[in-house]
């Protein structure tokens, strides 16, 4: 490169910074992953930073310190439970600096943008959806000057006559299906022992506290197996012969058999033995389905059980028995680990229903089986939060599997949280009418293991 080229590269990278924003360390983002794709595709110089990846501690001086290393232009994305954080930073960062360009993207403040352009005047665009074409089209319009908005899919932004918000573009949704997650360009991915991959999104079903069914349709669109392999390739060509394992985040991976078979094949076929986990689907399990993950190094399956109550499980349309629910999942042990989550806290649960839940836990315990319960986080666009939103509060006395108690939360996020809870929902909790008698029981109850991925033993 010439020293010319040097230095105008050096100006460019010096334009856009892209930050991923998570509350935990050492994991592959694949959204920053598919991002930098799309912005590696189309030429566009980038600094990547990932908030999180090395424990920072999560107050605002730290974010705010974090954001302002950036350049012209600062593109963030998070998860629901991290967005007050974000927007708290961002407001200060603005203040700050008036001139940089904030651009928001990612599945928190996807179910919320138009709100948030309309609410917060220091957050200049919101890209709804998959940002892999649309965030390299914006930012290479800002980088030229231009401003024809109108042509970007799931961009919301001002204009002169109030809040603009641009439709989806169906090609622009589906880009990522024939994208190869670039995670060598993701800092830290070296170190990562799991990442996360996908053969398939969407979902076939219908349970009513999940956004899939709203928001998705019940279509289930599939990759080309070869771009997953794609994908193995290059993380080993970065780790070299490090061990990892990965987790394929399919919603629906084992409801298309073929597919399963298909992509075991690819596996033997490529000689990658590499150690895999996935999400079952008690349904869809039998004994010849388990020995062909076991025998292609699937080690682990996460089942959704949701709920110990019959009655439970039939409002949330969950498609199966408690009795159906148990012989699945303490079958499948003979061949995996498993991990069986439960969630708690339905807005139309009784204390009956949860001791249901807790008298399945502490079987499922006797058998080996690893254990989550969860507190329901509420989902906009899913049936269930359009029917229960009024009963939404916010409540110390839950411990959240995403985010910190709210009487922990810094002041201004707190602020925040409870100035706007049509955007950070995501803090409040439903409340049955038994909501006292089931948290006098859940401190107990939560003692059971959350998710943590550092226990997996690859
Ligand atoms: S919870 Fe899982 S099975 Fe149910 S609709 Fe959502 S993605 Fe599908």
Not at 29 to 46: C, T
Not at 180 to 201: E, I, K, M, N
Not at 295 to 310: A, F, H, P, R
Request: charged letters at 25%.
């Amino acid at each position: 490169m010439s020293t010319a080229q040097s230095v105008k590269r050096k100006r460019i990278d010096n334009n856009l910074t892209l930050i991923h924003f998570q509350n935990y360390p050492l994991s592959t983002n694949l959204g920053a992953a598919y991002l930098a794709y799309g912005l590696d595709k189309a030429r566009i110089p980038f600094r990547l930073k990932i908030f999180g990846q090395y424990g920072f501690r999560i107050n605002l001086g730290n974010i705010y310190r974090f954001f302002a290393d950036s350049g012209k232009i600062i593109a963030v994305g998070c998860m629901s439970h991290m967005l007050p954080y974000v927007i708290a930073g961002l407001e200060r960062l603005k203040r700050a600096f008036p001139d940089k360009i904030v651009i928001l993207g990612g599945i928190g403040p996807t179910e919320v943008a138009e709100d948030i352009i309309r609410e917060f005047p220091f957050i200049d665009f919101v890209i709804k959806g998959c940002g892999i074409e649309p965030l390299p089209q914006l930012v290479g319009m800002l980088l030229k000057g231009e401003n024809t908005f109108h042509s970007i899919g799931g961009l919301v932004y001002r204009n002169g006559s109030g809040i603009i918000s641009n439709n989806r573009h169906k090609t622009s949704s589906r880009a990522i299906l024939n994208a190869v997650a670039a995670f060598h360009l993701v800092p830290g991915a070296t170190q990562c022992r799991y990442f996360d991959l996908f053969t398939s999104a969407g979902c076939c079903y219908q349970c009513t506290f999940c956004q899939s069914p709203v928001v998705g349709g019940r279509d289930i669109v599939f990759r080309d197996i070869d771009r997953v392999i794609d994908e193995l390739r290059l993380i080993i060509k970065m780790k070299g012969n490090k061990r990892f394992g990965f987790f394929l985040t399919d919603e629906s991976f084992v409801v298309n058999r073929k597919r399963v078979y298909a992509f075991c094949r690819a596996l033997r076929q490529n000689r990658l033995n590499i150690p895999w986990s996935c999400y079952g689907r008690v349904d869809r399990m039998d004994e010849g389905l388990l020995r062909t993950l076991a025998e292609n190094g699937c080690q682990e399956l996460l089942y959704g059980c949701e709920s110990g109550s019959e009655r439970v499980l039939k409002k949330i349309k969950k498609g199966f028995s408690v009795a159906d629910m148990m012989k699945v999942v303490v079958l499948s042990k003979k061949y995996v680990k498993v991990i069986a989550s439960f969630i708690c806290l339905y807005p139309f649960e009784t204390k009956e229903d949860f001791l249901e839940t807790l008298s399945c836990i502490v079987y499922l315990e006797t058998k080996g089986i690893r254990v989550q319960l969860h507190p329901l986080a509420p989902i906009k666009n899913s049936l269930l939060f359009q029917e229960y939103k009024k009963s939404l509060f916010l409540t110390s006395k839950v411990k959240s599997t995403f985010h910190p108690l709210i009487n922990r939360v810094p002041v201004q996020c707190r602020r925040l949280v409870k100035r706007y809870p049509d955007i950070f929902y995501f803090y409040y909790s439903y409340r049955p009418k038994d909501f006292e008698a089931i948290t006098r029981l859940l401190p107990e109850a939560l003692k059971i293991n959350y998710y943590d991925a550092s226990r997996v033993e690859l």
